[in-house]
Every structure is written in structure tokens, then in C-alpha cells.
């Protein structure tokens, strides 16, 4: 049975910064890309980061760049979500995925490619 688990998520005033982990049971993890989104409240579930199976590559949305760093521990089974300089819009249940492709090293991390999903980690930034 697939589990993801997010975690790290909490209050944090503007300009702070949190780390959030997401650990994943039950798969392959080392051949699976794996994507963090994000859902606030009265808005549909959008992409904020992703990462190739292999690491070696990363996306972002626009909104994040230059301010979210996406990193992944094999030896752990996790991916990481480092936030910087946060902003209320960042304000949202953050929720990680893997990519329905084994050994995935494309940039399409849209919902409909994703698989299994956490339940997901409360992030609220305070202006």
C-alpha cells in the first residue's frame, strides 16, 4: 500500500521560512519523480515544484521560483520542499504526489499525470 506523508507545515509570518517533508512508503522511490502542490481555500489544487526521479531535474512554478527549493533523500525515501521567504499567498495545504511514470524525466507535473497523493500539510503565512 502507497503512502505519502507529508509534514512541517504550520504558522510562519511573512518573510519567514519553513521545511516541508514528504515520506513515501510502499513504491519505488528511487524511480519515481514526485511533485509538491498546493491547494488554498476556495481554489483548485495547483503545481508549486517537482523533481526527476533522478534529481537531476527541477521545475518550478513562477510564483515560487527563487524562493522554494525541491530536493529529494533516497537513502530516506523523501522529497523536501525548503520555502524562503514566505508570503501570504503562499497560504495553502500543501500536498505531495509521484508522477504516474516510473523513471519520469519530463516536465509534465500536471494533476491528471500525478498518482498517488498525501493528505497534506497545513502552511499559514501571517502578513
Known amino acids: 500500500q502507497v503512502q505519502l506523508v507529508e509534514s512541517g507545515g504550520g504558522l510562519v509570518q511573512a518573510g519567514g521560512s519553513l521545511r516541508l517533508s514528504c515520506a513515501a512508503s510502499?513504491?519505488?522511490?528511487?524511480?519515481?519523480?514526485m511533485g509538491w502542490f498546493r491547494q488554498a481555500p476556495g481554489k483548485e489544487r495547483e503545481f508549486v515544484a517537482a523533481?526527476?526521479?533522478?534529481?537531476?531535474?527541477?521545475y518550478y512554478a513562477d510564483s515560487v521560483k527563487g524562493r522554494f527549493t525541491i530536493s529529494r533523500d533516497n537513502s530516506k525515501n523523501t522529497v523536501n520542499l525548503q520555502m524562503n521567504s514566505l508570503k501570504p499567498e503562499d497560504t495553502a495545504v500543501y500536498y505531495c504526489a509521484d508522477h504516474r511514470h516510473t523513471y519520469y524525466s519530463g516536465s509534465l507535473f500536471d494533476l491528471a499525470n500525478m498518482r498517488y497523493w498525501g493528505k497534506g500539510t497545513l502552511v499559514t503565512v501571517s502578513s
Open positions: 523533481i526527476t526521479w533522478s534529481g537531476g531535474r527541477t
Open positions: 510502499g513504491l519505488t522511490f528511487r524511480s519515481a519523480a
